[in-house]
């Protein structure tokens, strides 16, 4: 039976990652990736894992190649966008609804439901995103969210090819060709955004973020995501956490790469003022770790998102379940932790 010990140590400042650090927004991302599985008719699973801690850009650019260039950027903020219907769906026009109703859909208010054109967790969290038991969950195994929409569109009488091979894009645009039937998009859309509103995917904030965050002096934090800056600030808002002065998404023209390289967490430090080897990373992701680890700081690995198992033996200084484990106060000239292993 181990004893857990207590780690006491001093830095400067703290470099935060973002989703899976400070914020769930898992189950909303995954059905995003999700989604962009079943666009590129890929494994939603795969895709899934593929694409954990990494930059929506990089991840639009290796599963949709055809992306050119000059649209990637609004290509990233569409499907950022995205990403937040999905966190709010359930809220705005599911069973979570004031008026427990679809009646302010994006289609039928008239504005266009999150989209990406052709060629363009908590471990429960992530499990259950696309139908994969937790553990401690065998019972009640919910299908998939592709299962789910092709039985909802189904239920419609819409032919099969038309649930997968048309994008959700505004109606007036002609996605489906010569065969465009707006009745039959209209079914289409409507079943997957009843399917987006069945589950609560709104975004959380994690255990002990805001009593860690609150014993930090302006100045002394930063943010550095794999997030660009519309699904990085949304996250961040919705659970009341004011993004600080330095925040480095994704999409800052600055960085030479993202995450697993180091670049976010030197500019963040950077930026800070602060030598990076001073300062202390908060990761969740393999790939953010690595970056951490490379960047010099010391690293805190929490298992919000991933197992022990698969964040153990990255480098990471140390590797603790939540931010609850870490203590720490400024003593007017430094940063003092306290970790409980």
Same mark, same amino acid.
């Given at each position: 039976?181990?004893?857990?010990?207590?780690?006491?140590?001093?830095?400067?400042? !703290?470099?935060?990652?973002?989703?899976?650090?400070?914020?769930?927004?898992?189950?909303?991302?995954?059905?995003?990736?999700?989604?962009?599985?079943?666009?590129?008719?890929?494994?939603?699973?795969?895709?899934?894992?593929?694409?954990?801690?990494?930059?929506? !850009?990089? =991840?639009?650019?290796?599963?949709?190649?055809?992306?050119?260039?000059?649209?990637?950027?609004?290509?990233?903020?569409?499907?950022?966008?995205?990403?937040?219907?999905?966190?709010?769906?359930?809220?705005? *026009?599911?069973?979570?609804?004031?008026?427990?109703?679809?009646?302010?859909?994006?289609?039928?208010?008239?504005?266009?439901?999150?989209?990406?054109? =052709?060629?363009?967790?908590?471990?429960?969290?992530?499990?259950?995103?696309?139908?994969?038991?937790?553990?401690?969950?065998?019972?009640?195994?919910?299908?998939?969210?592709?299962?789910?929409?092709?039985?909802?569109?189904?239920?419609?009488?819409?032919?099969?090819?038309?649930?997968?091979?048309?994008?959700?894009?505004?109606?007036?645009?002609?996605?489906?060709?010569?065969?465009?039937?707006?009745?039959?998009?209209? *079914?289409?859309? =409507?079943?997957?955004? +009843?399917?987006?509103?069945?589950?609560?995917?709104?975004?959380?904030?994690?255990?002990?973020?805001?009593?860690?965050?609150?014993?930090?002096?302006?100045?002394?934090?930063?943010?550095?995501?794999?997030?660009?800056?519309?699904?990085?600030?949304?996250?961040?808002?919705?659970?009341? +956490?004011?993004?600080?002065?330095?925040?480095?998404?994704?999409?800052?023209?600055?960085?030479?790469?993202?995450?697993?390289?180091?670049?976010?967490?030197?500019?963040?430090?950077?930026?800070?003022?602060?030598?990076?080897?001073?300062?202390?990373?908060?990761?969740?992701?393999?790939?953010?770790?690595?970056?951490?680890?490379?960047?010099?700081?010391? !690293? +805190?690995?929490?298992?919000?998102? *991933?197992?022990?198992?698969?964040?153990?033996?990255?480098?990471?200084?140390?590797?603790?379940?939540?931010? =609850?484990?870490?203590?720490?106060?400024?003593?007017?000239?430094?940063?003092?932790?306290?970790?409980?292993?």
């Amino acid at each position: 039976m181990s004893t857990a010990t207590m780690k006491t140590f001093n830095a400067d400042a !703290v470099l935060f990652d973002m989703d899976g650090t400070l914020t769930d927004s898992i189950q909303a991302v995954e059905a995003a990736w999700g989604k962009v599985a079943l666009d590129i008719g890929q494994d939603p699973e795969y895709v899934i894992a593929a694409t954990h801690g990494k930059r929506a !850009v990089d =991840n639009l650019a290796q599963f949709k190649p055809s992306i050119k260039a000059h649209e990637m950027d609004d290509e990233v903020t569409k499907f950022e966008e995205s990403i937040l219907y999905f966190a709010d769906a359930y809220k705005s *026009h599911g069973p979570g609804s004031r008026r427990n109703s679809m009646v302010a859909t994006p289609l039928s208010s008239g504005a266009a439901t999150p989209a990406l054109s =052709n060629g363009s967790s908590a471990m429960s969290s992530r499990a259950s995103s696309f139908g994969m038991t937790p553990p401690g969950a065998q019972d009640g195994r919910r299908p998939s969210f592709a299962t789910r929409l092709g039985s909802a569109l189904g239920m419609s009488a819409i032919p099969e090819p038309d649930v997968y091979e048309p994008t959700f894009e505004d109606a007036d645009d002609d996605v489906w060709g010569e065969d465009w039937d707006p009745k039959a998009y209209e *079914h289409c859309l =409507n079943a997957w955004q +009843i399917e987006a509103a069945k589950v609560d995917r709104a975004v959380q904030i994690l255990p002990g973020v805001k009593e860690l965050m609150s014993c930090l002096p302006e100045g002394h934090y930063a943010v550095a995501t794999s997030g660009a800056k519309t699904y990085a600030y949304g996250c961040m808002t919705r659970v009341g +956490i004011t993004p600080p002065k330095v925040t480095i998404t994704a999409d800052d023209k600055r960085l030479k790469a993202g995450k697993p390289a180091p670049d976010p967490f030197l500019l963040a430090a950077d930026c800070l003022g602060f030598d990076a080897k001073r300062c202390v990373v908060f990761e969740d992701s393999p790939s953010g770790i690595k970056a951490g680890v490379a960047s010099g700081a010391t !690293v +805190i690995a929490v298992c919000t998102s *991933h197992p022990r198992e698969k964040i153990e033996g990255l480098g990471a200084h140390y590797v603790v379940e939540n931010m =609850n484990s870490v203590k720490v106060h400024w003593d007017g000239e430094k940063l003092v932790f306290n970790i409980l292993e």
